[in-house]
């Protein structure tokens, strides 16, 4: 690759995000011990609303967005890591805090650098990405919890978005009856693809019920928020778990602790950019273990890095269905 690449920067202009795609030389890059080729990155919702500005996501200015990156090692001042190794960052405050993926090159640190596991390549990687990263941890939250033990049905919010739809798929993959929650019925075909047994629309679950609903799912995966939130819990039976990491719909929880000290209800919070390396490891194993059943071909649309600004809106209106790869070299 020549000395030059390009990358997207956001910047701030008059309190507005603007992002520029702009040639950058080596010495623009962050230190770090891990220089990237990067090859492929992904679009998730916390990317849009970083690009549309419509979120308060970029701790630092200028940035180099983009949370997640996957592409193969071009230098190394680390041990672990060496020139073509192919490899994967997810979080570790990429695109927040810290140069990210929207860019042909990056530099980081080496503890948040994960080999690719085998089975998966960087564009594939990049089609599970931060979102199907945290559906695995969400599923694993629920797994460590003993939850996916029992035969009831498990409900998944935002179904047709990014994080809903890898974890419709490893939930069936699991073996789980599945009810995918969605706004858009326009795409049940899709979700039953995925492995969802039924469809509940996202209205439902968004209605104000009692605080004590009659008992129906093991437990859920979450990435709506809000009432919904509340619902799902309102709703889950004795001893089950709702895995929450989204505020899709809204960020307060308009809820009562009845199912929790009733219930023995668990709300299990999941974070994926703080992830302890172990856990992400366990994440893509699982990953992996269920690649064919992830339908990443029926999952995943490709969109060129020149062309991400002008598409980024889409995830926040909530227009995308599954998951966004975006080609760096596009
Ligand atoms: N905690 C973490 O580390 C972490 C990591 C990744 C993502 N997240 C969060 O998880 C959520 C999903 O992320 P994503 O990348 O999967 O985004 P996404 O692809 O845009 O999916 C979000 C889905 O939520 C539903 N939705 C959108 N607007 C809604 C509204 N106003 N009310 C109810 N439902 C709505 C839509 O699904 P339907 O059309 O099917 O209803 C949409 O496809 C986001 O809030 C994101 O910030 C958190």
């Given at each position: 690759?020549?000395?030059?690449?390009?990358?997207?920067?956001?910047?701030?202009?008059?309190?507005?995000?603007?992002?520029?795609?702009?040639?950058?030389?080596?010495?623009?890059?962050?230190?770090?011990?891990?220089?990237?080729?990067?090859?492929?990155?992904?679009?998730?919702?916390?990317?849009?609303?970083?690009?549309?500005?419509?979120?308060?996501?970029?701790r630092k200015w200028p940035m180099v967005p983009g949370i997640d990156l996957a592409g193969r090692v071009r230098a190394s001042t680390s041990g672990?890591?060496?020139?073509?190794?192919?490899?994967?960052?997810?979080?570790?405050?990429?695109?927040?805090?810290?140069?990210?993926?929207?860019?042909?090159?990056?530099?980081?640190?080496?503890?948040?650098?994960?080999?690719?596991p085998p089975g998966l390549d960087a564009r594939t990687s990049m089609a599970i990405g931060t979102a199907g990263f945290t559906a695995a941890l969400c599923v694993m939250a629920l797994q460590d919890h003993g939850t996916l033990k029992t035969d009831r049905?498990?409900?998944?919010?935002?179904?047709?978005?990014?994080?809903?739809?890898?974890?419709?798929?490893?939930?069936?993959?699991?073996?789980?009856?599945?009810?995918?929650?969605?706004?858009?019925?326009?795409?049940?075909?899709?979700?039953?693809?995925?492995?969802?047994?039924?469809?509940?629309?996202?209205?439902?679950?968004?209605?104000?019920?009692?605080?004590?609903?009659?008992?129906?799912?093991g437990g859920g995966v979450d990435t709506v928020g809000g009432q919904t939130l509340v619902t799902l819990c309102s709703q889950t039976a004795y001893r089950g778990a709702v895995a929450a990491c989204g505020l899709a719909g809204g960020s307060d929880f308009p809820g009562t602790v009845f199912p929790f000290i009733l219930r023995n209800v668990a709300l299990l919070g999941c974070d994926s950019d703080?992830?302890?390396?172990?856990?992400?490891k366990r994440a893509?194993?699982?990953?992996?273990?269920?690649?064919?059943?992830?339908?990443?071909?029926e999952v995943t649309q490709e969109v060129p890095m020149s062309q991400l600004v002008e598409f980024a809106p889409r995830i926040v209106d909530g227009q995308v269905r599954g998951r966004v790869v975006v080609n760096v070299n596009g």
């Open positions: 690759m020549a000395d030059t690449f390009t990358a997207l920067v956001a910047e701030q202009a008059d309190g507005r995000t603007v992002v520029k795609r702009t040639p950058l030389e080596e010495a623009a890059l962050p230190p770090g011990d891990v220089t990237i080729d990067v090859a492929y990155s992904s679009l998730n919702y916390k990317d849009g609303l970083a690009l549309t500005g419509r979120g308060k996501v970029i672990r890591f060496k020139p073509g190794d192919a490899v994967l960052v997810t979080g570790n405050g990429l695109g927040v805090s810290t140069w990210g993926g929207y860019s042909q090159r990056a530099r980081v640190k080496e503890s948040a650098v994960l080999p690719i049905e498990f409900v998944v919010t935002g179904a047709a978005g990014g994080v809903g739809s890898i974890a419709v798929a490893l939930l069936a993959a699991l073996g789980r009856k599945v009810v995918a929650s969605t706004g858009r019925t326009a795409e049940a075909d899709y979700l039953r693809k995925l492995g969802a047994a039924d469809i509940i629309g996202r209205d439902v679950l968004a209605q104000k019920g009692p605080p004590l609903a009659s008992e129906r799912w703080m992830t302890p390396n172990d856990e992400r893509w194993k699982l990953l992996v273990d269920h690649v064919g059943k992830l339908h990443l071909d």
